[in-house]
């Protein structure tokens, strides 16, 4: 069939049947219909180019589906038509339902908003109340397994929108294993959709299971074959066996009740019957003659052992006296080493910031966290005031210990210097403050360097330079700007000069704008899961938190870093930075 509406059918639509060339027939049926009307005719005019209808219910059939459509321009860009093809949700559901997933295992599609598109199972996308459709959502399906799925990943991510990528889960489900993925399906048109497949563990354990059973029950059958061949064989060779056993009773008494001379030592076993056994009975005989000899040699040994065990003791002894004495050493020297770190580490908090002096800057509310991995830090950062300049700075050394804090000592001294030398441009600021850097770790035979960034701050205008993380800025009402840093700078301390890497920009702040600055320990830090933080989670926190204070602000983050880590272990330094236009 075919739906025919022009200018001469006016508001009429016509369907008319069509033979085996696709040429029109007869007219079957003539409705009133207007397309402009429809979901797919708007969605397709408002879009201006390809783009899918959101989900409606169509007329000719009275059931939910989805169009995609492209909009049709003349040369001039006026609209000749739309092009359109109707895809029912009852045919998605029919190509779920003939996918091969498992036993018990289900597929399903759902919007960001939790819409169930359609199922694997017979349950229909909607639900009938009062003569109204309306659409039903996946947490509330009537299979337990979706249901199930939908309530855990809204757990996990709290909304469906923070699902962008192919993720892969295992949850229980009433006790039960259940391995789940989810991909986001999103074609750049508008469609914007989250696959679902999840199967029982079970489905996989039923055929590893009956195997194991086959398994078993063919081991107790070979092994019962073989227990009832074993001892007929036994029985045919066993008797002369138990006569030359009888006789090797007899020499082992001899040889162990009678002196090494005793002639009795050198007695013969005459064996009849199977070649083997003959063969057998003269290696006894060769055995018996031989054992005369061995202990004779077992005493000459014997003695010469006990000198080597002699010789060896007392060179233990001496051995063991040095390991004590190394031991003593080491311990001396490690509680040398202690007592160094925790200097070093007493050196950095000494000369962070301190709140009593962030309270007195004007115009910005300032909050900052550091916390160290190991003993000592590799993270910096600094507030600074100078002639009504704020210099603020954070800055992330390779690796942590005693080598990084002291590189982080150095760094701090050396801002604090060039500040107090009226230095106010960035490129000889961060340049000086390289060399110094670079010559000392020369010096120092080291491979340190760190990523750097400065910060000017006056009446509301923010001057940034120097390569770091991203710099995150949230305006009043939440909105998130994310300034690249890979442009500004140059790792301080890996070359000599890089006056040619340095440039600057500036960022307005207006009343009640919140700047963000961390270190990767705070993006890159992993749950049990493997799973960083990330920035995108970092931005969300401070986003939703905007209109708190600076302090509030930072202990949110803080709390929320923490919750994703949990019990796993903290592999790198975390330093967080909130400043505040006020």
Known sequence: MVYIQDKSSERLRKIYRLNKQGNQTDLIQSTEYDPRTRPWYKAAIQ???????????FTATPELGITPVVPIYNPNGGLKGVLAIDLTLSQIRDFLRNLKIS????????????????????????????????????????????RGTALYLQKQFRTFDKINSNQQFIFDLDGKRQFLQVTAMQDGRGLDWL???????????????????????????????????????ARSITRPILRLSAASWTLAKQAATSDITNTKLEQKVVMQGAKELRILAQAFNHMAQKLRESFTDLAAANQELEQRVLARTADLNE??????????????????????LDVTRQLQQMILPKQEEL??????????????????????YDVLTHNGLVKIGIGDVTGHGLESGVLMIMVQTAV????????????????????????????MNSDK????????????????????????????GGQVERIDTIDLGFPIGLEADISDFVAQIEVQLKPGDVVALYTDGI???????????????????????????????????????????GKQKVYDDITLLILKQK
Not at 322 to 338: A, D, G, V, W
Not at 421 to 434: A, K, M
Not at 457 to 475: A, C, D, N, P, T
């Open 319 to 340: 051995a063991n006296q040095e390991i004590t004495h190394l031991n003593q050493r080491l311990k001396s020297e490690n509680l040398r080493m202690k007592a160094e």
């Open 195 to 233: 696959m679902v497949v999840v199967i029982p563990e079970v489905d996989f354990m039923e055929r590893i299971n009956a195997n194991t059973r086959s398994t078993i029950l063919l081991c107790l059958a070979a092994l019962i074959l073989a227990t009832v061949l074993g001892i007929l064989t």
């Open 103 to 146: 036993r018990s295992g289900q597929a399903f599609i759902i919007e960001r908003s939790g819409d169930i598109v359609a199922s694997s199972t017979n349950e229909l996308p909607f639900v009938t109340s009062k003569e109204k459709r309306e659409r039903r959502k996946a947490v509330n399906s009537t299979n337990t397994l979706i």
């Open 359 to 380: 309270s007195q800057i004007p115009k910005l509310e300032i909050a900052g966290f550091m916390e160290p991995a190991a003993e000592v830090g590799g993270d910096y």
């Open 416 to 443: 604090r210097t060039l500040l107090a030398n009226n230095e106010t441009d960035p490129t000889n600021f961060l340049n000086v403050l390289n060399q110094v850097i670079y010559d000392n770790v020369q010096r």
């Open 449 to 476: 360097n760190l990523s750097l960034s400065l910060l000017d701050y006056k009446e509301g205008i923010l001057s940034l330079s120097g390569q770091h993380e991203e710099m995150i800025v949230v305006r009043s």
């Open 523 to 565: 993006t890159e830090a992993e749950n049990q899961l493997g799973l960083r933080y990330g920035i995108e989670q970092l931005c969300e926190i401070v986003s939703d938190n905007w209109q708190q204070s600076a302090e509030e602000i930072r202990k949110a983050v803080i709390e929320d870093v923490r919750r994703h880590i």
């Open 47 to 57: 879009a201006g180019k390809p783009t899918w209808s959101p989900i409606y219910l």
